[in-house]
Protein backbone atom coordinates (compact mmCIF):
# COMPACT_ATOMS: atom_id res chain seq x y z
CA UNK A 1 0.00 0.00 0.00
CA UNK A 2 1.61 3.40 -1.13
CA UNK A 3 2.11 5.65 1.72
CA UNK A 4 1.27 9.30 1.48
CA UNK A 5 2.85 11.99 3.54
CA UNK A 6 0.05 14.78 4.18
CA UNK A 7 1.85 18.81 4.85
CA UNK A 8 0.18 22.00 5.27
CA UNK A 9 2.04 24.91 4.13
CA UNK A 10 2.60 27.91 6.09
CA UNK A 11 5.28 30.34 6.41
CA UNK A 12 7.03 27.88 8.44
CA UNK A 13 9.17 24.93 6.36
CA UNK A 14 11.32 23.78 8.47
CA UNK A 15 8.38 21.03 10.74
CA UNK A 16 7.37 20.24 7.30
CA UNK A 17 10.88 19.43 5.74
CA UNK A 18 12.23 17.86 8.95
CA UNK A 19 9.49 15.15 9.09
CA UNK A 20 10.67 14.59 4.98
CA UNK A 21 13.81 14.21 6.16
CA UNK A 22 12.56 11.40 8.88
CA UNK A 23 10.47 9.66 7.49
CA UNK A 24 12.13 6.95 4.81
CA UNK A 25 9.20 5.28 3.49
CA UNK A 26 6.75 7.95 1.62
CA UNK A 27 5.93 7.10 -1.69
CA UNK A 28 3.41 10.26 -2.36
CA UNK A 29 3.17 13.41 -0.94
CA UNK A 30 0.11 15.59 -0.85
CA UNK A 31 0.12 19.38 -0.37
CA UNK A 32 -2.36 21.59 1.48
CA UNK A 33 -1.49 25.47 0.48
CA UNK A 34 -3.33 28.62 0.56
CA UNK A 35 -2.94 30.78 -2.61
CA UNK A 36 -0.54 32.97 -0.80
CA UNK A 37 1.66 30.02 0.22
CA UNK A 38 2.17 29.13 -3.28
CA UNK A 39 2.81 32.74 -4.45
CA UNK A 40 5.39 33.03 -1.30
CA UNK A 41 7.36 30.23 -2.74
CA UNK A 42 7.30 28.17 0.62
CA UNK A 43 5.57 25.25 -1.17
CA UNK A 44 8.01 25.14 -4.06
CA UNK A 45 11.08 25.40 -1.23
CA UNK A 46 9.39 22.01 0.43
CA UNK A 47 8.49 20.51 -2.39
CA UNK A 48 12.54 20.43 -3.83
CA UNK A 49 13.27 17.86 -0.20
CA UNK A 50 10.84 15.30 -1.64
CA UNK A 51 13.31 13.60 -3.60
CA UNK A 52 11.80 13.49 -6.81
CA UNK A 53 8.90 11.38 -5.31
CA UNK A 54 5.55 12.20 -7.27
CA UNK A 55 3.94 15.10 -5.57
CA UNK A 56 -0.16 16.36 -5.27
CA UNK A 57 -1.65 20.11 -4.26
CA UNK A 58 -4.80 21.19 -2.75
CA UNK A 59 -5.39 24.89 -2.63
CA UNK A 60 -7.99 25.37 -0.06
CA UNK A 61 -9.66 29.18 1.03
CA UNK A 62 -8.13 29.05 4.77
CA UNK A 63 -11.02 30.42 6.63
CA UNK A 64 -13.51 28.28 4.98
CA UNK A 65 -13.84 24.81 7.03
CA UNK A 66 -16.91 23.29 5.00
CA UNK A 67 -14.47 23.94 1.62
CA UNK A 68 -11.44 22.54 3.18
CA UNK A 69 -13.33 19.29 4.88
CA UNK A 70 -14.78 19.03 1.04
CA UNK A 71 -11.41 19.15 -0.87
CA UNK A 72 -9.82 16.61 1.43
CA UNK A 73 -13.05 13.89 1.23
CA UNK A 74 -12.96 14.04 -2.28
CA UNK A 75 -9.06 13.55 -2.59
CA UNK A 76 -9.38 11.08 -0.27
CA UNK A 77 -12.46 9.45 -1.72
CA UNK A 78 -10.19 9.00 -5.30
CA UNK A 79 -7.10 7.56 -3.45
CA UNK A 80 -8.61 4.89 -0.77
CA UNK A 81 -5.73 2.53 -1.83
CA UNK A 82 -3.17 5.04 0.07
CA UNK A 83 -2.06 4.42 3.68
CA UNK A 84 -1.93 8.27 5.48
CA UNK A 85 0.44 10.26 7.46
CA UNK A 86 -1.12 13.28 8.09
CA UNK A 87 1.18 15.70 10.04
CA UNK A 88 -0.90 19.13 11.18
CA UNK A 89 2.32 20.97 12.55
CA UNK A 90 1.89 24.03 9.98
CA UNK A 91 -0.87 25.69 8.06
CA UNK A 92 -3.40 27.56 9.68
CA UNK A 93 -5.53 26.61 12.96
CA UNK A 94 -8.93 26.17 10.60
CA UNK A 95 -6.69 23.85 8.04
CA UNK A 96 -4.94 21.73 11.12
CA UNK A 97 -8.23 21.36 12.98
CA UNK A 98 -10.11 20.24 9.61
CA UNK A 99 -7.29 18.23 8.56
CA UNK A 100 -7.50 16.73 11.87
CA UNK A 101 -10.90 15.81 12.05
CA UNK A 102 -10.97 14.43 8.11
CA UNK A 103 -7.58 11.83 8.72
CA UNK A 104 -8.91 10.85 12.05
CA UNK A 105 -11.62 9.39 10.39
CA UNK A 106 -9.74 7.44 8.13
CA UNK A 107 -8.52 5.72 10.60
CA UNK A 108 -4.98 7.85 9.31
CA UNK A 109 -1.54 8.37 11.66
CA UNK A 110 -1.63 11.91 12.95
CA UNK A 111 1.50 13.53 14.17
CA UNK A 112 2.64 16.82 15.10
CA UNK A 113 6.26 18.59 15.62
CA UNK A 114 6.61 20.40 19.33
CA UNK A 115 8.31 23.34 18.59
CA UNK A 116 11.79 23.15 20.00
CA UNK A 117 11.56 19.44 20.85
CA UNK A 118 12.89 17.20 17.93
CA UNK A 119 10.42 14.78 17.90
CA UNK A 120 7.36 13.75 16.13
CA UNK A 121 4.60 13.13 18.52
CA UNK A 122 1.72 10.60 17.53
CA UNK A 123 -1.86 12.23 18.28
CA UNK A 124 -4.07 9.55 16.35
CA UNK A 125 -2.68 6.96 19.20
CA UNK A 126 -4.64 6.04 22.43
CA UNK A 127 -1.23 6.76 24.11
CA UNK A 128 -0.89 10.58 23.23
CA UNK A 129 2.63 9.81 24.56
CA UNK A 130 3.74 7.80 21.82
CA UNK A 131 6.77 9.95 19.79
CA UNK A 132 9.86 9.29 17.89
CA UNK A 133 13.03 11.61 17.79
CA UNK A 134 14.08 13.90 15.02
CA UNK A 135 17.65 12.97 14.34
CA UNK A 136 18.41 14.55 11.51
CA UNK A 137 19.60 18.16 11.44
CA UNK A 138 19.74 20.59 8.54
CA UNK A 139 22.89 21.99 6.98
CA UNK A 140 23.54 25.37 6.29
CA UNK A 141 23.02 25.21 2.88
CA UNK A 142 19.37 23.01 3.66
CA UNK A 143 18.54 25.39 6.15
CA UNK A 144 18.77 28.52 3.33
CA UNK A 145 17.34 26.50 0.76
CA UNK A 146 14.09 25.63 3.11
CA UNK A 147 13.85 29.66 3.18
CA UNK A 148 13.83 30.26 -0.47
CA UNK A 149 18.26 31.20 -0.46
CA UNK A 150 20.14 29.23 -2.75
CA UNK A 151 23.79 28.86 -2.52
CA UNK A 152 26.14 29.69 -5.55
CA UNK A 153 29.43 28.37 -4.95
CA UNK A 154 32.55 30.60 -6.73
CA UNK A 155 36.06 29.83 -6.72
CA UNK A 156 38.75 32.89 -7.77
CA UNK A 157 40.53 29.25 -8.86
CA UNK A 158 37.17 27.62 -9.48
CA UNK A 159 38.20 25.30 -6.85
CA UNK A 160 35.42 22.30 -6.38
CA UNK A 161 34.63 21.55 -3.03
CA UNK A 162 36.19 18.25 -3.36
CA UNK A 163 39.67 19.15 -4.58
CA UNK A 164 39.53 22.01 -1.88
CA UNK A 165 38.80 19.09 0.61
CA UNK A 166 41.67 17.28 -0.75
CA UNK A 167 44.13 20.24 -0.42
CA UNK A 168 42.79 20.38 3.09
CA UNK A 169 44.01 16.99 3.62
CA UNK A 170 47.11 17.55 1.95
CA UNK A 171 48.37 20.18 3.81
CA UNK A 172 47.49 18.88 7.17
CA UNK A 173 49.60 15.93 6.47
CA UNK A 174 52.73 18.06 5.22
CA UNK A 175 55.22 18.85 7.74
CA UNK A 176 55.34 22.34 8.48
CA UNK A 177 58.70 24.01 8.49
CA UNK A 178 59.75 27.66 8.66
CA UNK A 179 59.47 28.80 5.06
CA UNK A 180 55.71 28.33 5.05
CA UNK A 181 55.02 31.27 7.14
CA UNK A 182 53.99 34.76 4.92
CA UNK A 183 56.74 36.76 3.76
CA UNK A 184 56.54 40.69 5.06
CA UNK A 185 54.35 41.48 1.62
CA UNK A 186 52.51 38.96 2.79
CA UNK A 187 53.08 36.37 -0.17
CA UNK A 188 54.71 33.71 0.81
CA UNK A 189 57.36 31.27 -1.71
CA UNK A 190 55.77 28.29 -2.61
CA UNK A 191 55.66 25.72 -0.02
CA UNK A 192 54.26 22.63 -1.10
CA UNK A 193 55.58 20.57 -4.46
CA UNK A 194 54.31 22.71 -7.47
CA UNK A 195 53.39 19.14 -8.96
CA UNK A 196 51.05 18.14 -6.18
CA UNK A 197 49.48 21.03 -6.03
CA UNK A 198 48.55 21.59 -9.82
CA UNK A 199 47.57 17.62 -9.29
CA UNK A 200 45.07 18.26 -6.36
CA UNK A 201 43.73 21.15 -7.42
CA UNK A 202 43.74 20.36 -11.33
CA UNK A 203 45.42 23.86 -12.47
CA UNK A 204 48.43 24.32 -14.40
CA UNK A 205 51.71 24.48 -13.90
CA UNK A 206 52.24 28.24 -14.72
CA UNK A 207 49.45 29.39 -12.70
CA UNK A 208 50.68 27.56 -9.71
CA UNK A 209 53.84 29.48 -10.40
CA UNK A 210 52.10 32.83 -10.54
CA UNK A 211 52.53 35.37 -7.31
CA UNK A 212 48.51 35.64 -7.12
CA UNK A 213 48.65 31.90 -6.90
CA UNK A 214 51.30 32.01 -3.89
CA UNK A 215 49.18 34.46 -2.18
CA UNK A 216 46.02 32.06 -2.43
CA UNK A 217 47.81 28.96 -0.96
CA UNK A 218 48.95 31.68 1.83
CA UNK A 219 45.89 31.44 3.47
CA UNK A 220 42.97 32.73 1.19
CA UNK A 221 41.63 28.72 0.09
CA UNK A 222 41.17 27.78 3.73
CA UNK A 223 38.70 30.65 3.86
CA UNK A 224 36.95 28.89 0.92
CA UNK A 225 37.01 25.81 2.69
CA UNK A 226 35.25 26.90 5.36
CA UNK A 227 32.89 28.54 2.42
CA UNK A 228 32.70 25.13 1.30
CA UNK A 229 31.76 23.75 4.21
Known amino acids: MPHCLV ?8 PNILLIKTLGDIDHYLFIATSKT ?31 REE ?10 FQYTMNITCGTKIMALIAYEVFRDKK ?17 SSDSSECQNIDYRLSPSEFLAAHGVQIEEHSRYLVTRDR ?27 PYPDHELAEILNLPLKQIHSPE ?17
Not at 53 to 68: M, S
Not at 165 to 173: D, E, G, N, V
Open 72 to 81: LNNYLAARSH
Open 38 to 68: VAGGQLEWTKAFCFDAPTDLLVVREHDPQAI
Open 213 to 229: FRHFISGPWFEEYLAHW
Open 108 to 124: ARIVYLPPGQNRIQTLS
Open 7 to 14: SLISEQTI
Open 164 to 190: ITKLFSYIRSYPATPDMMPSKGGISPL
